[in-house]
């Protein structure tokens, strides 16, 4: 089952329009969330991230769409799918019509509820994709469905073994994986690109980086980084709201240790355990 705008249906049901705008211009956006132990991880911060990219994109909620209605319509579309843990896509698009510019700012909505089974891989390799490039500023920052980019590193990475790929910017510097926010460590400083640099404004980016900066043994740095640093640094790992940390071990010939990455994972999971 899925819900569409508040509508509990058959998945493969017809869900959309030709005239879907989402479908049509990319005009969309979407969260990914995780639901385990009986809650919504990180709920609060996932809803206002979404009424933000709203407002940032022109699109208009109705009054009724409050952290409350969020929280039930998701509950509701787990519960109609008997799941225990789930993997949850929330997809709002703007409402349909119009060419480039719409005839309506208002919004309508899907939520997909699956299994959650993306546990992080104990090998992970990269490597760095260079035939096209993330562009810095904000409207990168928010969870569009324009994502063809992801999609063609995710054809490379795979054409040629790699788990995910890391992606750059116009300026050749690195700004995020395919599936999440980037983070280094040498010694006991942890950087991560500044979401000037166009990554992603990820939550559990942002909750690693608190938990870092009230916790004194490293020091958080966002800062401008190069592809160079890569074989330079003792761990790099990726963050995001299915695995939550993902150690890579591998880099051409560079091979990374894991013990901080998988300390920060423990850390980040006593954060809303």
Do not use: W
Not at 68 to 76: A, M, N, R, V
Not at 143 to 165: G, P
């Amino acid at each position: 089952m899925i819900n569409v705008n508040g509508q509990l249906i058959q998945k493969e049901s017809n869900v959309f329009t030709i005239d879907n705008r989402g479908f049509k211009y990319g005009d969309a956006i979407f969260e990914t969330l995780k639901y385990v132990n009986g809650k919504v991880i990180f709920l609060e911060e996932h809803y206002f991230r979404l009424m933000s990219s709203l407002r940032m994109l022109r699109m208009d909620a109705p009054m009724h769409f409050t952290l409350e209605y969020f929280e039930e319509e998701i509950l509701k579309t787990i519960e109609a799918n008997k799941l225990e843990t789930a993997r949850i896509r929330f997809s709002l698009s703007r409402n349909d019509g119009g060419l480039y510019t719409p005839v309506d700012h208002g919004i309508q909505y899907c939520i997909e509820t699956t299994v959650l089974n993306d546990l992080a891989k104990e090998e992970f390799t990269v490597e760095l994709y260079k035939d096209f490039y993330v562009y810095s500023g904000l409207l990168s920052t928010i969870k569009t469905n324009n994502k063809v980019l992801n999609v063609v590193a995710s054809v490379f990475a795979k054409e040629n073994d790699y788990d995910t790929c890391i992606l750059i910017n116009e300026k050749k510097q690195l700004v995020e994986a395919i599936n999440g926010n980037l983070f280094l460590i040498k010694g006991k400083t942890i950087v991560t690109p500044p979401i000037t640099e166009g990554c992603l404004n990820g939550i559990i980016r942002n909750k690693l980086i608190d938990i870092l900066t009230k916790n004194k043994m490293y020091q958080i740095e966002e800062r401008v980084i190069s592809p160079f640093e890569l074989k330079k640094v003792d761990e790099v790992f990726i963050t995001n709201s299915i695995v939550d940390i993902q150690p890579i071990t591998n880099y051409r010939k560079k091979v990374y240790n894991t013990n901080v990455s998988k300390q920060l994972k423990l850390l980040l999971k006593m954060s809303y355990s």
